[in-house]
DNA sequence: CCGCATCCTCATGGATACTG
DNA sequence: CAGTATCCATGAGGATGCGG
């Protein structure tokens, strides 16, 4: 149901947001749009997706139903799981900064702050917002409140550079988790080999 | 990397225990043989999957490395995702008794027990038990710990069974989650919608 | 036997052109 | 803009072969 080709890249795009046929187009590097054309038609079927209009661009806009939002916790962890892949930065890679929202949730998932924050990301000359608080992760985009102070950089090489740097927690603990380079570190430090994040 | 189709079967049997080539063949009813073939290739080239030599049956073994291992949180959670559609039994559907034990553990992630106990069922004449206790899902697999009192049936009337039952946190708390239909109750009723299980 | 490799057929995916 | 239609390439499915 959610197996084929695709499917779930689709299902991760509208994780982060509802987007018109267009974007998933741009979304999802090299679909052939009459696949997407034919999952988003068996996606809908299956109740996991599902067409709305949307009164603001005047068209139609594909987003999650109920049932297809209990997919997060999946992707997450597949996300989780496929970080340190990531990290290697292949040269071929196409990346779209959105998906930085997808990972910073997935990263963050059941970790808190003492203090509320928000991390910052620029990547690709647009910016990304998370929202930590003592709860866990809260807020999944606010690009209005990012702040000033941001890590800017060619993907790649910010993930290149987020591979082993300061423990997680400290950085938490300190209530400084936000627009140093440690936050990108917190993000993307690979967590499978070290509960505290890298160290070396 | 595990999105080809297949692969994430692979991994999930992988998951319940090492396995022999034959033994996956039967354990993922309609795959083909050079697809298996292929894809175990694939796996233990990425690092996912390793062959290792059993002396039990003089053979080979395909298990997964430690980082394949890390896959269970994600399989886990499509299984919790896709409880569900288990419920409902199409008829074509197949079915393997081994599954249960990913079932069992993915649907008691998370919960515990005050008194350790051990769930035991009987599906088509074999039979599997699994451990929980105070901190959680201990023991994946031990038959020879089964209870004489089990549920029996086949599997889809056992699944359609399940449905809609005690909810899960009285059971559990009774530390009566031995042997009786509630148990299989707690493992197979969808989480998605109510957080103390099914109640109609 | 078990553990694959080979072969063939057909369904699916990929790229591009096209249309309401 | 939001898809269809078309065509070709690739991968999947199923049967069978074959060496250890």
Redesign the interface.
């Known amino acids: 149901?959610?197996?084929e080709?695709w499917s779930?890249l689709i299902i991760r795009e509208l994780l982060i947001r509802p987007a018109r046929y267009g974007e998933l187009l741009d979304s999802l590097p090299g679909v052939p749009t009459n696949l997407l054309a034919d999952r988003l038609r068996r996606l809908e079927a299956a109740g996991v997706v599902e067409r709305r209009y949307d009164a603001e661009v005047e068209g139609v806009v594909y987003g999650l139903t109920a049932?297809g939002l209990?997919?997060r916790?999946?992707v997450?962890?597949?996300v989780?799981?496929?970080s340190p892949?990531m990290l290697q930065g292949r040269g071929k890679d196409t990346f779209r900064r959105q998906w930085l929202v997808i990972a910073l949730r997935a990263l963050l998932r059941g970790r808190s702050s003492p203090k509320p924050v928000t991390v910052g990301l620029e990547v690709e000359g647009a910016s990304i917002a998370v929202s930590l608080d003592r709860s866990g992760v809260d807020v999944t985009e606010a690009a209005d409140r990012l702040p000033a102070a941001t890590l800017r950089g060619e993907p790649s090489e910010l993930l290149r550079l987020a591979a082993g740097l300061v423990p997680v927690d400290s950085v938490i603990d300190s209530g400084n988790l936000y627009g140093s380079r440690d936050i990108f570190a917190s993000v993307f430090a690979p967590q499978?080999t070290d509960k505290h994040g890298a160290s070396t």
């Open positions: 149901m959610v197996g080709r779930l049932w209990e997919l916790e999946a997450e962890a597949l989780r799981w496929s892949l499978a």
